[in-house]
Each structure stands twice: as C-alpha cells, then as structure tokens.
C-alpha cells in the first residue's frame, strides 16, 4: 500500500478524532476509497476501537431519490440510534463521478434531507472528520492526473498540523475581538459585516481534513454591500459559475451567475436562513495552491476567504448571540490574490493575499 | 445494467424480505457488489422504506482483527443499537479474493466473533436474507469464468419460488412427523439420528436466496455412526477436505480430514455444542447443478444432504425440546447421488438423489 494512505489514516486517527480504546467508530466511505478504509481500519484495530463500515454510494443513493415518492421520506431509526451511540465519525469523500447525483431533482434531495436532519445534527455532537480519499472523479473534476492529484491530496492532509496552528493562530487574535469586517476585492466585491461577540476558531484539521481556515460567524443582520464569487462552486454536480450577492441589512436583496442560476436560486430558497450569512472563513493553507472544484479544499487555499449562506457554525456563535438557522450551509469563494484587501476595525490585515505577519506585506500601496 | 441484477434485487425485497413503506433496512454488501446495491436501493426507494448501507469490507476486517490484541475486542454498541431499530437485514456476499481473511488466526476472529454475539442475535429476529452478487473471486473458487458464474447464480436465485415451495413441501411431510432419520452413503457413511418433535422449515428463498432446501435439528443426543462429509468445506478461506466424523451418544468421539484436519479441530474446539449436530438439511433446489465452494449455493444441490455441527436453527425446535447451543454453526456436505439413501422410519424416501415423489425413484435395487 501507497505509505501516503496509512499516513492519512494516521493524521485521521491520532491527530483529527484522536481515537481511544472502546471507542464506538463509524467510517463512513466510497467503495473507491476502499484503501484508505483498510489503512483506517488498521490504526482501529491498534487502538482497540469498535468500527462499523458504512458505504456511501452515490449511485445507490440517486436510485433511491429517483424512485421515491418525495413524501416518502422519513426519519431512519435505525440509523439515528447508531449515530446516538457513536463516538467518532470519520467521514471520508472520494468518487468515481462527481455528478453522480446531479439528475436527482433539487426538492427531492432537499425532502430528504430534511427528513435525515436529525441524524446529521447528531452526527455534529460527535467527534468527526470529513476527509477525501484521492479518486478518479475528483482527479478529473480538478483537470488533473490521478496521481498528480494524489500529490496534491496529501501534501495538503499530510502535513505538520501543530506548526499549522500555530501560523493560524497570529490570525485568530486579529479576528477575535474585532468588530468590523470589510472585505474588497477589484471593482466587484466590496462587503462589510460585524463579527462582535462572535468567536474565531482555529481549523487545524480536527473537523476537516485538510484543516486550514481560521472562520467565524457574521452577524445575521449586519451585513451590507455586493460580492462577486469569482472561484466556482460545484453543487450536486452541477457548476455555478460567476455567482452574485447583493446584501442589505444582511439579506440577500439581488443575486446573479453566469452559469446555473436557478441552481443558486433554489439554495436561496430553501429557507429564510439561506438568505443569510452564516459564515466568513479565511483560507490559509499555503500548501493548497491550485483551485479543484472541491470545496473541502478549495475553501481553505491561501489568497481566498468564503462566505457561506445558511446555517451558522454552532461553536462560533456564544450562548446569547443570534445564530444563523438554516437548512443549508453552502461555501462562496472569493479570490483574494490580486487587487484586494481585507480590512479589520479599519485596518487592512491582508492585502493580494499576503497577511500582516507574513513576509512582503505591504499596509498602504 | 444487467436486467438480472435488477431482478436479482427484486426477488430480494418483494419476495426474501417483503419490504414495506417506512421499514428500516440495513444493505450490508462489500465494494465488488455495488452494482445490487443499486439495484435494491432502487426497489427501496419505490416501497418507500429506509435504507441504510454497511460496507463489508473483507480487507478491513483482517487489518482491524491482525491490529488488533484480542482482549481489546468489545460489543459495538453503536452497531447494536442500530440493529435494535432494524427491520429487515439484506446481506449480501461477494469477493474479489475468497482467501482475503486467511491469514487472520482463528482465536482472534472467534474472540471478535464472540464479542459481536448480541448483534448477530438481534440480526436473526429480523426479517433477513443472505445472498451473492456474482464477483471474480467466487467465479475463480468456482472454477468458472466470472459470465459463466453470473448465469449460474441468476439461474439459481431468479426463479418461480411458489413452485420450488410446492416442490419441498412434499419432503417436509415425510420429515417434518418423523421419528428416525437414517443416511448412507457408500462404505464411508452411516449415520442415524432422532429428529422427533422438532420441526421441519421448508426454505424457499426467505433467509438464503437462493433457497432449496428443507431442514431440521437433530436431538443433540441422538446422532450414531460415521459420515464422511466427501464435498468439500471452505473456511475463511481454506479448504477442509475429506472430513470424517463419527458420533456417539450425538457426541463427536473421532474426527479427521485429508486437508486442514486442524481447522476441522478448531471448529469442533469452540465449545462443546460444536461437538454435536445442530441441523439436517436436505438439498432440493435443481437448479444449482454445480458444487462451487460456496456453501450458501452448495447446501441447495439436490442430489446432497448436510449436516451442521454447533447452533441449532431456533424455529426448527419447539420450546420444551432440547436445543444445541453453540457459538458456531458449520454446514458439511454429502453427496447422495451415487450407491446413497435417506431413510424415515424405516423407509427409503430418496435413493442416489432421487425422491420418493420424483420420476424415476427406486423403491428396492
């Protein structure tokens, strides 16, 4: 076996869930990822865990959808009592095509979801990790090799995440305690929110892996002005390209794309929430240096920050504080490496890409 | 997709399982059969029911378990819970490579197998099935190409099972009120037990797909004589060949084999229920005309009959009457097809494959 994989399995095991002994362990998997599982399931064994496989098929799942009645959904049981008494999930990505599902109608996969949203809300009490094991699909979708992008892949997974945490954390203590955020990219982007009273977190590959993003949570009301997405978002197989959001009062007022439109309208859609800001994260993996249609990645490259419309992220938004309710939680990248800056309470922190506590930093041009 | 497939997956949730609307299903299948899974999900989807998937990953149980020390194994809990709120199990089988947990040592996988007891308990009182997605390593066991393997298993598993049901029920009138059973087969088997008060279960397809067989228990103190089991026997991926046992007071007082005599050893060592008989079962579907080291396909030949040393099928003995209890349950063939009879209380109801109510049955040679 490829010593990258057990490495992978390594940095899943020890670094991000830190597993123990009688740990109830649920791997949850692509049949194409089959050789991260047994690596995985090794580390398992050597801790004296207690692992259950699931197998995530998206060619089963779009069966399913496309032969169900949409309101025949219904909470599984079964699958809500494992996820009760589950300790860990290790969540791994990876496909053979990654518009597997893309003909499954959009109301359909929303019904079901929201159907299942129990589990997935229980599944967020655990300790967990999402990750993606180095496949075809992903190669391709990325416009790369497949062992070019297993380069890629673990260069970005495999890597020295206390040292990573540590470069974050100069971040963390600008964005913390600020107050005000304005976020100004050429002539298309110019947005401003408040983050007071919210809390930064630092992602060092605990919940991601890659890790890499310091994030926290807009306030719901605050945030004014337009933004242009000039990064691709894949969603369900399907590409919006171009996307636009107008924002008043913290509410998006206009919005546009080049490219699949109505599939950012029906994100719109889905609830008051989805209108909303839920998220402002900072990407700052310099280790991911090429965009590959993949938002676990994508999100967390250098010269990028993402604004997610939907759900807040629970630990980023204190008892007492207003949290973003929504069914949907959708990242929106914005390219930050030319002709951009980042202002914090009036003060530019980063300007094309390169913050305040690195090396060719410049505060005024 | 092979039309087959989809038929396949329809005699597994129409007929095997009778899925309703909202049933909780569990889909175990390993990577290689993701083309049934499909298949199913789809029918799953039409009736409205809940699925979830387990990947049975062969390759990941033998790293966990040769990780793993043996006393570190423990009840998943998780996998229990789960379990709990399942309906209905469908459990499919299929390899790449039948040898992939060879090398694991039979202590650890009884150890594991002993602290996953409650789960497969629980399992059994649901509605389950156990079949095959045709895959290369069983075609390779087999000895046939993996095409010829795919018609072999569609011939065995999608056909008329209101027939075959009508066909066995013949044979579960002789048994079903019998005494005594008496089986020989050449110089090598002679062997006769009580089966008196238990009940004869006609399987037409529920629990094993493919069925083909009607089966009772022994009285775990009743076996006398020698049976040379002369059809082979595979055990996590090694073959028991040319197995002889001879019974006393229903209890094993010799044993041997040509090939692996010590897992043959083994086996009878789990406990002292492994040492007596748990079932009879005779061999009705004509369809499976090939014996291809697969005992789920082997045990159905007509022309066979087998008996399992350890657990007791539980529906096979009435409360009130003595049930042998064992961790284990291993099923040993004989072929009857040649210089062979079966004989119920005295008389011949099958000779060299033939039964009574068959074309062609000899009463007297």
Redesign the interface.
Known sequence: MDPRIEQHAEVIVEHSTTVE??D?V??M?P?VA?DL??????????K?A????????S???R???????EE?F?????????????DVVIRIGGARNTSETSDVAGRKRAAFAKASKPIGEERMRKRWVATVHPSPGNAQKAEMSTEAYADFVYDAVNKDWDAQREHQAQMVDILDPADEVRIVSGETTDVTMSVEGMVTANDYAELNLPGGEVYTAPRPDSVEGEVLFDKPLVRHGREIDGARLVFEDGRVVEYGADKNEDVLGEILDTDEGAKRLGELGIGMNRDIDEFTYNMLFDEKMGDTIHLAIGKAIEHTVPDGEPLNESATHVDMIVDMSEDSFIEVDGEIVQRNGTFRFEEGFEADV
């Not at 599982?37 to 050597?46: R, S, T």
């Not at 692992?51 to 098929?57: I, K, T, V």
């Not at 069966?63 to 009645?69: E, G, L």
């Open positions: 002994a009688d109830n649920l791997v998997a049949s089959e599982v047994v690596a995985v399931a090794e580390k398992l064994g050597e004296g207690n692992p259950g496989y699931h197998l995530r098929s060619r089963a799942s069966a399913y959808m496309r032969a169900a009645d025949s219904s909470l599984a049981d079964h699958k809500l009592a494992e996820m009760e008494e589950t």
